[in-house]
């Protein structure tokens, strides 16, 4: 069993329809918000924003109620232009449900819902003539000095319509024979040929620079802005003798370990390449030692080796300059003791 107890309030009440607060199709969310709209005096000008802060409903919950309200028929929205060019969002409260013709014929007749805003002189075109000359129209076409009947054959002869003047009668003959055409010249002098726009080492260095994100996927976020600057200093290294692959090694190594975010990779890149060490060449191979010949004992020293024909290595010390032992030297004995 329930009891209720109520005493008529004698100041600061709302008359509120019962079908506001116990509406089967709005939300608790919603029934306050529009139960607050309409407690507030007569022309306050609190949206329903401000009105879901004071009531600290969250965002996701007034955006629920408003919808819920706006589908009911409680709440009407439009976005309309004031003085001085601006933008404004209007919003109808009512106790009631308004149709969407009923909600534009309350915006129309009600001065209140205008909000007509002081005009910012800002926004207000002087009163002052231009600074030079006369308003005039801007040219069609394509370069203000450009004659149109160079490249179109198909034009009239006037741009009135009539003669060549404009004035839609015949211009009058002239006696020179007509010319051919002409080919289009250019009234500037030739250019000379440019030469290519960044130095070889400069390009090379853009290359790497441009290779770096494919190197780790903590590079991939480089601000395009950083790309000159990283440029310059990738070139300082390739003009130091060192090259794109060593430079990208350089980069790697000053990377944080696996799973450690870059917030800044440009900076870090920047930081990496300020400072150009010295490139340290590889050591020089230096050729391996030649074998020697076996050496002699010194019972041998100056035995030559005979350069006949002998089955084994035949030594023998000469008395002059000889290359044949006594056996090989015409005259000789034989081998076979004969």
Request: neutral net charge; charged residues 25%.
């Amino acid at each position: 069993m329930i009891y209720r107890h109520f005493n008529a309030p004698s100041r600061g009440f709302s008359p509120f329809s019962h079908h506001i607060i116990r509406h089967p199709r709005l939300n608790s969310h919603a029934v306050r918000l529009l139960t607050w709209q309409l407690s507030l005096p007569e022309g306050a000008r609190e949206n329903l924003s401000r009105t879901a802060e004071r009531a600290r409903i969250g965002g996701d919950a007034f955006t629920k109620a408003k919808r819920e309200l706006m589908a009911e028929g409680f709440v009407h929205e439009r976005r309309t232009q004031v003085a001085g060019g601006r933008w404004v969002t209007q919003q109808l409260i009512s106790a009631e449900p308004l149709t969407r013709e009923q909600a534009a014929k309350i915006f129309a007749r009600d001065p209140r819902l205008l909000q007509r805003a002081p005009v910012s002189p800002q926004v207000v075109p002087g009163d002052g003539n231009p600074v030079a000359g006369v308003p005039a129209h801007p040219s069609t076409g394509g370069h203000p000095e450009e004659d149109l009947r160079e490249k179109t054959s198909h034009l009239p002869d006037g741009s009135g319509g009539g003669g060549r003047d404009g004035s839609g009668e015949p211009a009058p003959e002239d006696p020179r024979p007509p010319e051919g055409p002409r080919p289009l010249e250019d009234p500037r002098p030739p250019e000379a040929p440019r030469p290519s726009e960044d130095p070889p080492p400069l390009e090379d260095a853009r290359a790497l620079v441009g290779a770096l994100p494919l190197l780790s996927p903590a590079l991939r976020h480089i601000p395009p802005g950083m790309r000159d600057e990283l440029t310059r200093l990738a070139a300082r290294w390739l003009e130091a003798g060192h090259t794109s692959a060593d430079v990208h090694a350089h980069v790697l190594r000053g990377l944080p370990g696996a799973g450690t975010p870059v917030h800044r990779p440009g900076g870090l890149v920047r930081y990496l390449l300020r400072e150009v060490p010295p490139r340290e060449l590889p050591p020089r191979e230096v050729p391996p030692p030649v074998p020697e010949g076996p050496r002699l004992s010194a019972r041998l020293a100056g035995a030559r080796e005979c350069a006949g024909e002998h089955v084994q290595p035949m030594l023998f010390r000469p008395v002059a300059d000889e290359t044949l032992c006594r056996e090989c030297a015409p005259g000789g004995r034989n081998r076979n003791g004969d």
